[in-house]
């Protein structure tokens, strides 16, 4: 499926002519001209990607980023005139993953959204529908959310998909999360498996209890 991309800027002139360079590459576009629009546009729909300016009306590029990463990690790119040192410092600070001054080539920023792509895939590795581990990154994604785990949750869910397919005993698990020199009992997995289950939601049937023994992962990928 192509991937869609918001493109966020009050000059028409602007969203137009990104536009026809990512349409060139089989992306879908959407579009908004202030930053109210861009967050309603990014709630009701799936969005991979936000190209946003940071003069906007009704909400400006900073306030609007900061509202996409309360609730989603897709990359954004900040198109903006404002080039100082300070401004591109905020961006990054606040969640962006690359920023864009004007004026610009359409060409470069086209070949820095496939980059993006291509990296946040090369990171990324998707486990079942909707359900995906960024091992650099440390997190968990479902349906594009980043998962709010504890280290250690992170590190059952990463064991137990390390070894998808296996019967894995509380033991092992207790042996490999928490190392040999932690002293708790048994019900320490347990208790974990059932928190991670919770925050899985939908996707908590993945995990599989093999009764009197342990946990299994399984998934479709």
Not at 19 to 24: E, N, Q, W, Y
Not at 67 to 86: D, H, Q
């Amino acid at each position: 499926m192509n991937k869609t991309i918001l493109i966020v800027d009050d000059e028409l002139r602007i969203r137009k002519l990104v536009a026809d360079f990512l349409i060139r590459e089989d992306y879908n576009i959407l579009e908004a001209d202030n930053g109210r629009l861009a967050l309603d546009i990014l709630f009701d729909h799936k969005v991979d990607l936000v190209i946003l300016d940071v003069m906007l009306p009704e909400q400006n590029g900073w306030t609007v980023c900061k509202e996409i990463r309360k609730k989603s990690n897709i990359p954004v790119i900040m198109l903006t005139a404002k080039g100082e040192e300070v401004d591109q410092l905020l961006a990054f600070e606040i969640g962006a993953d690359e920023y864009v001054t004007k004026p610009f080539s359409p060409k470069i920023l086209t070949a820095r959204v496939t980059a993006l792509f291509r990296r946040m895939e090369g990171d990324k590795k998707n486990i079942d529908e909707g359900l995906a581990i960024d091992t650099e990154a440390r997190q968990v994604l479902l349906n594009e959310h980043s998962l709010h785990l504890s280290p250690t949750e992170y590190e059952l869910f990463n064991y137990l998909i390390e070894n998808k397919g296996k019967a894995l005993s509380r033991e092992q698990i207790l042996n490999h999360v928490w190392n040999y020199d932690y002293f708790g009992d048994l019900r320490t997995v347990d208790t974990h498996i059932n928190r991670l289950r919770t925050k899985l939601g939908t996707k908590s049937t993945l995990i599989q209890t093999l009764r009197g023994y342990g946990y299994k992962f399984e998934a479709t990928k």
